[in-house]
């Protein structure tokens, strides 16, 4: 199994909503990773989840909670989003080797009205 | 990790070698060259990666130069379903560091 999988696909949110993405993976790896892709733009990197602890947080507002359950789950939590939070949401893991490729998810579109 | 330069687009006829270029001048001896593509509305897919050997696998080819400064993917017989953006990224290896940071990348576009 190399995949990582993203729920749901697609997502659409009141601004006083609360919702949460989920990615999952059963490959071992040890890091996860929660990326941004707003449209014609490259992925743009908010957290980093390695050994199930908060390793990195790209100085993303905290109406972003990610949460990391166990190694196999990766959460993020949405409260009180703004229409420019509207984007893919991107889920990635890696390892447990250090030389390793990343497997990405296919990702959340995320609309927020 | 190291910043990388790559050009905003290419075009590339069908059945054709596609070339892309990357400009990594600050990499450090620790750091690996890693190739990922997005299609369209896809997560990014990896495609290759190496330290100072060049390298081939089923899907392309990574030519590193001998001072590490720049490497060249190619893809030996591109088709139409290799319209994507190629993004180059220089990683560290050591533990600790998870950063995966993407640049601009280049939007290859394959020309029947």
Known sequence: DTEVTQTPKHLVMGMTNKKSLKCEQHMGHRAMYWYKQKAKKPPELMFVYSYEKLSINESVPSRFSPECPNSSLLNLHLHAL????????????????????????QGTRLTVV | DAKTTQPTSMDCAEGRAANLPCNHSTISGNEYVYWYRQIHSQGPQYIIHGLK????????????????????????????????????????SNFGNEKLTFGTGTRLTIIP
């Open chain 1, 82 to 105: 703004q229409p420019e939070d509207s984007a893919l949401y991107l889920c990635a893991s890696r390892g447990p080797l250090q030389n390793t490729e990343a497997f990405f998810g």
């Open chain 2, 53 to 92: 050997n060049n390298e081939t696998n089923e899907m392309a080819s990574l030519i590193i130069t001998e001072d590490r400064k720049s490497s060249t993917l190619i893809l030996p017989h591109a088709t139409l379903r290799d319209t994507a953006v190629y993004y180059c990224i220089v990683r560290a």
